[in-house]
């Protein structure tokens, strides 16, 4: 789980939300990713070639470094 939080850190969607306290919180558990690509980013984790790449925010996909 941190591996990938690391690895999208760039597409954490940047929002406030108020708790039922009225405490301002900012979740850093929100990304805008699409499912295919998390499961990339999975399969590479298990096979151990996540460290060859990064995730791109503007094509929406991952790429070799």
């Known amino acids: 789980e941190s591996l ?9 969607v940047n929002v406030e939300v108020v708790d ?3 405490k301002l919180c900012h979740p850093r558990e929100w990304f805008s990713i699409p499912l295919p ?7 590479k984790i298990i096979d ?8 791109d925010t503007k094509l929406k996909m991952i790429v070799g470094k």
């Open 4 to 12: 990938l939080h690391t690895f999208f850190a760039p597409a954490c």
């Open 20 to 22: 039922n306290d009225g």
């Open 37 to 43: 690509v998390i499961e990339e980013a999975i399969n």
């Open 48 to 55: 151990g070639s996540i460290v060859n790449f990064r995730y």
